[in-house]
């Protein structure tokens, strides 16, 4: 139909037979599968294949075929099909895999970085002159201390680590606050 034509470049349907049919195909070996296919089942539905148009431009199609056969004689009498062009719709689909892959390349960069900074924190409070510890600021326990921390408080680290700073200071601050208050204060 003019359609076939048009998507191939072809003026007419006597040009487009005069051209072999494999010149058609991005990879002419593809036809052969197609062709097999055809052989084997009878149909083929949701191909993707790499074309060729008149002008050498490639363009991607979805084809769908289907043999007719003569009803006398079984015989392939002609295949019945359909493509749909879907150059622009794959050139996405690549467009996506290529961000994909780069997302993915940054994460595990980011991933790393963050592992390296983590690890030289982690190095640095361990080996840290003072007593640290972190605490969860919506419940106000520890959740982690270095060894000093551990050796100041006198407590076992898993110990330490469900304690709150009221539980390990003294009931009153040496400016006479309570340690509760001056804990709620430091807290806000």
Known sequence: NRAYLAMF?????????????????GHPSVRQRLLALLAREG??????????????????????????????????AYHVG????????RRAADEIQSL????ERRIAERTAELTASEASLRTLVEHAPEAIVVY???????????????????VARERLQ??????????????GRLSVEAAQEWLQ
């Open 100 to 103: 994909n892959a780069t997302l």
């Open 43 to 76: 149909t083929f539905s949701a191909q993707e294949v790499e074309y060729v148009r008149k002008d050498g431009t490639r363009f991607w199609g979805l084809a769908s075929s289907r043999v007719i056969r003569d009803p006398h004689t079984g015989t392939v």
């Open 82 to 89: 359909a493509i749909t062009d879907i150059t622009e719709t």
């Open 9 to 25: 470049g072809y003026a007419s349907l006597a040009e487009l037979q005069a051209v072999p049919r494999e010149r058609l195909y």
């Open 162 to 175: 469900s304690l709150t700073p009221v539980d390990v200071s003294p009931e009153y601050q040496p400016d």
């Open 136 to 154: 969860d600021g919506d419940n106000g326990r520890f959740v982690s201390c270095n060894d000093n921390a551990v050796r100041l408080f006198g």
